[in-house]
């Protein structure tokens, strides 16, 4: 064994060493971040408040009063992604395909993690089927009205929206 053989094996044994180091540190970043996400502390606690109220009048069909106080969250609370996710879910209730994709895409410009499969807060397969339905209506839209400012403005936002889905983790 010459010199050349002890440097050749020491270099290996540090690179070795290195790269368990990376294996361990990088499996343990995602808990990191996730646990730090957790401890996210909510300004306003009334604000969870009003989601759930807003949802459960959703459910119980109650949408003049539901519309109400969203209108009153979109302006109180306008960093928040919720508030026009059920901005959508409102239009979903009227069929309104068209309107319910607009504020999705509100939604998902504030959060992504709408369409982030890992995420607890994931909604991509209803916006993924709301942005289907939407395109059928634009495109009989577009057939009949081929100048159509809010068609063609809508046609924009279903572009957007499939490349934010494409390029999603769900």
């Excluded at 519309?67 to 979903?92: I, Q, R, T």
Aim: one cysteine or more.
């Amino acid at each position: 064994m010459d010199r050349l053989d002890i440097i050749s094996i020491l270099a290996a044994v540090m690179l070795t060493v290195w790269a368990l180091f990376l294996v361990v540190f990088l499996e343990r970043q995602p808990e990191e971040r996730r646990q730090s996400a957790q401890f996210v502390v909510r300004i306003d606690p009334v604000f969870d408040k009003k989601i759930s109220v807003v949802k459960t009048l959703l459910a119980g069909n109650n949408l003049e009063q539901a519309e109400s106080l969203l209108k009153e969250m979109v302006v109180a609370y306008p960093y928040e992604a919720m508030p026009f996710l059920l901005w959508g879910d409102l239009h979903l209730y009227r069929q309104d395909s068209v309107g319910a994709m607009l504020e999705y895409r509100k939604a998902v410009d504030l959060n992504p993690d709408f369409l982030d499969k890992k995420s607890e807060h994931f909604q991509g397969k209803k916006i993924k089927k709301t942005v289907e339905e939407a395109w059928s209506v634009i495109e009989s839209g577009l057939a009949t009205k081929h100048d159509d400012a809010a068609l063609l403005s809508a046609r924009t936002v279903y572009y957007y929206l499939l490349r934010k889905i494409a390029g999603s983790c769900g």
